[in-house]
């Protein structure tokens, strides 16, 4: 009877250490998928960053000196690069990509920029970036709800607040941004 109850006590307590592992190891796991996913959008942020000078080139070229556009668009850049925390990071980022559309929406009615093909071929390139950010920030949040959510289960809120594992924020970007092109006109 002894033995039996030894063999069970170490049944459970290598069950216990077997399960306790298993936990970690998910939540590193998810924890590492969040950082890499977190990573992509940061890494499309920034190539919408570097779409910018070619936005700015090709407004100075078609429309001239247009400072209402090139202010905008300095200041939220401006905003970007002195962002202090992720906070305001996002929020400035948030700002950039209202700015940049309400940019591109204002040039395209100007009759130039319509037959630009090389404003054209840029409008794309930031409705191309904006669909890949909107997708990579998808992923990320989704990852961050898994991981999230396994925080809040047992074993793994034992596990989590021993090993300091904080709940992570969402990555919103504010309202998707689609950039539209002009309707078709029919004529009859």
């Known amino acids: 009877m002894l033995e039996l109850i030894l063999v069970g006590t170490i049944g459970v307590g290598a069950f216990a250490i077997w399960n306790g592992m298993s936990t ?9 998928r969040c950082t890499t996913a977190f990573a992509d959008v940061d890494a499309l942020l920034k190539h919408r960053h570097d ?5 700015v080139q090709t407004v100075k070229g078609v429309v001239g000196q247009e400072n209402r556009f090139l202010d905008t668009i300095v200041y939220a850049i401006t905003e970007t ?6 906070d305001t990071r996002l929020e400035a980022e948030q700002n950039l990509g209202n700015t940049i559309n309400n940019v591109i929406s204002e040039i395209s009615k100007i009759p130039e920029m319509k037959t630009s093909s090389h404003f054209v071929d840029l409008r794309n390139s930031f409705k191309d970036v904006e669909n890949r950010i909107t997708a990579a ?10 991981h999230n959510s396994t925080l809040r289960q ?7 607040a021993k090993f ?18 002009e309707a078709v006109q029919m004529q009859f």
Not at 51 to 55: A, N, Q, S, V
Not at 137 to 146: P, S
């Open 154 to 160: 047992f074993p793994a809120n034992i596990i989590g």
């Open 24 to 32: 970690y190891n998910r939540l590193m796991s998810l924890d590492e």
């Open 164 to 181: 300091r594992l904080d709940k992570r924020d969402a990555y919103n970007l504010g309202v998707e941004r689609i950039f539209k092109d």
């Open 51 to 55: 779409l910018i000078p070619g936005l």
């Open 81 to 86: 690069a002195h962002a202090s925390n992720a």
């Open 137 to 146: 920030r998808r992923y990320y949040n989704n990852t961050v709800e898994e």
